[in-house]
């Protein structure tokens, strides 16, 4: 099975900052990575797809980027709606797997 | 509008079974693949089981294979998945999830979910 860890568990960033999280495949899955958010007693909403590509009606502060076995989710300038729980998933074989979460908290 | 409708969650005993259902409208059932994905209390997401568009292939993870059965009828736009010998490990909450293709790398690509439905097991 392709294990999928991310980094950090979690952060605490403030309104209008950057930020950056990655995830980290233990065999190549080109860019079949996938990112999810999740806000509590929610069901995950995909935000990127294929590593780069921005799902239909997700905000623009949202990228991907990456290939092979290292990706980031860059959130560009965050609001207070994006304080939740991201999960990056790889399609690239089942099982699919996704990584354990990273916690994004309000400093 | 793509919706994803869980039902059929509960209360069982350790050794006991439970089928869910997943009904879904706003999208051509058939052309596409579906997957269940659980998420115990507090603790991330963990993939269950897929199945393509047609039903011909199904997959599981290693943690319910030979327990849980996937399956689908699409003339009711209608996703199942049986569960048997349910164990204190099975207790969370089940997701189904659309997929971008039938089959594929992209059927693994899960842009629409349910709501999801709670599965406790428990004497």
């Known amino acids: 099975d392709i294990q999928m860890t991310q980094s950090p568990s979690s952060l605490s960033a403030s309104v209008g900052d950057r930020v950056t999280i990655t995830c980290r495949a233990s065999q190549s899955i080109s860019s079949f990575l996938n990112w999810f958010q999740q806000k509590p007693g929610k069901a995950p909403k995909l935000l990127i797809y294929a590593a780069s590509s921005l799902q239909s009606g997700v905000s623009s502060r949202f990228s991907g980027s990456g290939s092979g076995t290292d990706f980031t989710l860059t959130i560009s300038s965050l609001q207070p709606e994006d304080f939740a729980a991201y999960y990056c998933?790889?399609?690239?074989?089942?099982?699919?797997?996704f990584g354990q979460g990273t916690r994004l908290e309000i400093k | 509008e793509v919706q994803l409708l869980e039902s059929g969650g509960g209360l069982v005993q350790p050794g006991g079974s439970l089928r869910l259902s997943c009904a879904a409208s706003?999208?051509?059932?058939?052309?596409?693949?579906m997957s269940w994905v659980r998420q115990a209390p507090g603790k991330g997401l963990e993939w269950v089981s897929a199945?393509?568009?047609?039903?011909?292939?199904?997959y599981y993870a290693d943690s319910v294979k030979g327990r849980f059965t996937i399956s689908r009828d699409n003339s009711k736009s209608t996703l199942y998945v049986q569960m048997n010998s349910l164990r204190a490990e099975d207790t969370a909450v089940y997701y189904c999830?659309?997929?971008?293709?039938?089959?594929?790398?992209?059927?693994?690509?899960?842009?629409?979910w349910g709501q999801g439905t709670l599965v406790t097991v428990s004497s």
């Open positions: 199945i393509s568009g047609s039903g011909g292939s199904t």
């Open positions: 706003g999208f051509t059932f058939s052309s596409y693949a």
């Open positions: 998933q790889q399609s690239y074989s089942t099982p699919i797997t």
């Open positions: 999830a659309k997929g971008l293709a039938s089959t594929g790398s992209s059927s693994r690509n899960l842009d629409y």
